[in-house]
């Protein structure tokens, strides 16, 4: 159900968010942002593998609180580093990824980099605490806060989009993933001090 929730609201999120910066800005607006999330999904795709098939199992065989918390921060001290650099080295050397892996054409995605691999950074952040929420079954929660984010992510980027045009949909992104970072450590932060009590 989890599952389920994630394969419909991201992708329908997606295809709205697309089919109006098509009808706004032109088509090629929306292939330079599809190429964007390309992009970063490629990169990540390293990082969820990792959150998959480790992390996850992990936080679903912990019990007690202190070592809970524990591999928290040791996801955060060992992952997040890493999706720092690698999103730095992307950004710098995003004239020869465009090169790469498009045609000429695509430079004027240039300037969709920064905030989306910002928003890429606070993403991961906010997975290692949302992965709390798949490994303990808090199915409700969940499903809930991905129907919520992607409506406020749809949202975010009609309104950035109006005002600063195409570069407004990635301070959507990674305004979005900051208010689902705040939600998640005020979440996982309530479900800790419950355990504590019982």
């Known amino acids: ?16 968010i697309r089919d109006y910066i098509g009808n706004s800005l032109g088509w090629d607006a929306a292939g330079y942002w599809q190429a964007i999330w390309y992009i970063s999904s490629m990169y990540l795709m390293v ?39 690698v999103s730095l080295i992307v950004f710098f050397a995003k004239d020869f ?6 045609t000429d054409d695509f430079k004027p995605m ?12 606070i993403k991961i952040a906010s997975w290692l605490l949302s992965y709390l929420m798949l490994a303990k079954a808090m199915t409700k929660v969940f499903i809930i806060s991905e129907v919520l984010f992607s409506i406020i992510f749809v949202a975010l980027s009609v309104l950035f989009l109006d005002e600063y045009g195409l570069i407004g949909v990635t301070y959507a992104f990674a305004l979005n993933y900051l208010f689902y970072l705040v939600f998640m450590i005020l979440l996982i932060k309530s479900y800790l001090t419950k355990r504590t009590k019982t």
Do not use: C, N
């Open 1 to 16: 159900v989890m599952a389920l929730a994630s394969a419909v609201t991201i992708p329908l999120s997606h295809l709205y």
């Open 47 to 85: 990082v969820t593998t990792a959150l998959s098939i480790y992390y996850l199992p992990r936080l679903s065989e912990i019990k007690d609180k202190v070592e809970l918390k524990r591999e928290l921060l040791s996801g955060y001290k060992i992952i997040l580093p890493i999706i720092s650099a």
């Open 97 to 102: 990824v465009i090169w790469l892996l498009f």
């Open 110 to 121: 240039r300037e969709l980099f920064l905030w989306q691999l910002v928003g890429d950074v």
